[in-house]
């Protein structure tokens, strides 16, 4: 086994670890404006060297904000996905079951904690800021996959939370405290769920042949060119949302250089930087060791 974890652990960390929204937002706690958001790491406002520096800061709170939407987007289909796991499976081990529901339970409370943080953004920031949805229908894309691609997906979108928080956001001083407090308390739960995912996949693999389990690689690559063509429209919006907020126009050049690398800093922040983390890709090698090696060629161009 490549792994050692288990139910046990993952439920009893859950257990010690728990925090309520109450912990994290709300009691006079408010963002402040004057800060970047997300680690440049993600948000690659630097390169883009025609804006001034105010302007580079505004960009960094659209991609943060269009950051907390898409966790609030992909746990509308994460949470469904761990209760139909979880329904057939309650009898037989009580601590599967307990962590399962833990798992789900985390999940909606992240739902509603990045809606009441996207509410005190869109407050504070005055012009507003589209976003790719409605999350109900990318929810019902995903979920019409094979259930190992979707559980692939998952655990590749939980390792890339550990990723961030740990390489650019734990030590980074820059960041507006309230929004580094909330992508660390996302992050503690999620220590858990990615231990949780990789169980759930070593159980759904049991049941599935060698083809099946290439055919759900192939959604799995697939769901990733659906995201990444959402990723695309994301970058027109924040686009648009940085022209509202800044009134500055770009002319062509420097829009095509603002399209270019934005679309990379978006594809490294939700596609590369979990395609290429080391524990994700043990998890597929696990699977089918060619597979392995297809994500580690794939990944260069999302990174
Ligand atoms: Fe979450
Ligand atoms: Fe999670």
């Keep these: 086994m490549y792994h050692n974890y288990s139910y046990e652990n993952a439920l009893a960390a859950s257990e010690k670890m728990r925090w309520n929204i109450e912990d994290v937002v709300g009691r006079g706690r408010k963002l402040d404006f004057t800060k970047p958001f997300l680690p440049e790491s993600l948000a690659r406002v630097e390169p883009l060297t025609f804006l001034t520096g105010r302007e580079k800061l505004i960009l960094n709170q659209i991609r943060g904000h269009a950051y907390l939407t898409m ?3 992909v746990e509308e289909f994460i949470l469904p996905f761990v209760m139909d796991h979880a329904r057939p499976r309650l009898q037989d081990n009580d601590s599967r079951i307990r962590a399962l529901l833990n798992f789900a339970g985390e999940e909606a409370k992240h739902i509603q904690l990045f809606k009441q943080f996207r509410k005190e953004f869109l407050a504070g920031f005055e012009t507003p800021c589209n976003v790719i949805g ?3 229908e990318i929810a019902a894309a995903v979920l019409s996959h094979h259930p190992l691609a979707v559980a692939l997906l998952t655990l590749h979108i939980e390792w890339f939370v550990q990723r961030h928080y740990i ?3 734990r030590n980074n001083g820059e960041l507006d405290s309230q929004f580094k407090s909330l992508l660390k308390y996302h992050w503690i739960d999620e220590a858990q769920h990615t231990k949780l995912d990789t169980l759930m996949i070593d159980s759904l693999a049991e049941s599935y042949t060698p083809d099946e389990i290439v055919k759900a690689m192939e959604e ?3 769901m990733g060119a659906f995201l990444d063509q959402g990723l695309t429209q994301q970058v027109q919006f924040d686009l648009e949302s940085f022209t509202r907020a800044t009134s500055r126009e770009l002319n062509e050049e420097q829009i095509k250089e ?10 490294w922040t939700y596609i590369g930087s979990g395609m290429s ?5 043990a998890t597929v090698n696990s699977l089918n060791p060619e597979w392995k090696n297809r994500l580690e060629q794939l990944a260069p161009a999302f990174c």
Excluded: D, I, K, W
Excluded at 258 to 267: I, S
Excluded at 277 to 281: K, V, W
């Design 258 to 267: 603002f399209n270019q690398v934005q679309l990379q800093a978006n594809r």
């Design 167 to 169: 390489e650019s956001v």
């Design 134 to 136: 409605p999350p109900s």
């Design 71 to 73: 966790f609030g987007t």
């Design 277 to 281: 983390h080391p524990n994700f890709l």
């Design 220 to 222: 799995y690559l697939e």
